[in-house]
């Protein structure tokens, strides 16, 4: 199978041999609701873990679409970070000044690293 994206080491890093792979900081948000003033459902998001990753950005994925014409920018990227238990997908991960939805979670190890693929918000 041919991947579109160059993988990190992940043999490495589950070794131990080199944590320094994981040397961006990311802010992982959980989608909460809260009532208002009339009692009607106000979507927030609560700070759940920041942590270090590894990101990598894919070959492909990446690309632009039209919605009520204009043009929307997207972009992909692939997270690695430790394990987290609290990590599902009505996640969000901040990086910088952007937004990145989670669309995957894959589990690496034995609960030693998650790979959270995402894209930015449109």
Same mark, same amino acid.
């Given at each position: 199978?041919?991947? #579109?994206?160059? %993988? ?8 131990? /041999? ?5 040397? @961006? *900081? ?28 590894? #990101?990598?950005? %894919? ?8 919605? /009520? ?5 997207? @972009? *992909? ?46």
């Amino acid at each position: 199978m041919v991947s #579109i994206y160059e %993988p990190l080491k992940f043999d490495l890093m589950l070794k131990g /041999d080199n944590p320094g792979k994981l040397d @961006r *900081r990311i802010t992982l948000q959980q989608r909460t609701f809260a009532g208002n003033a009339y009692s009607e459902p106000i979507e927030t998001w609560t700070t759940l873990a920041t942590v270090w990753a590894a #990101i990598e950005y %894919p070959i492909t994925g990446s690309d632009e679409e039209t919605a /009520d014409k204009l043009n929307i920018a997207r @972009r *992909r990227a692939i997270f690695t970070i430790r394990h987290l238990d609290s990590v599902d997908f009505v996640s969000r991960i901040l990086y910088g000044s952007e937004i990145y939805d989670i669309e995957r979670i894959s589990e690496f190890g034995r609960k030693q690293y998650l790979k959270l693929t995402a894209e930015t918000r449109k």
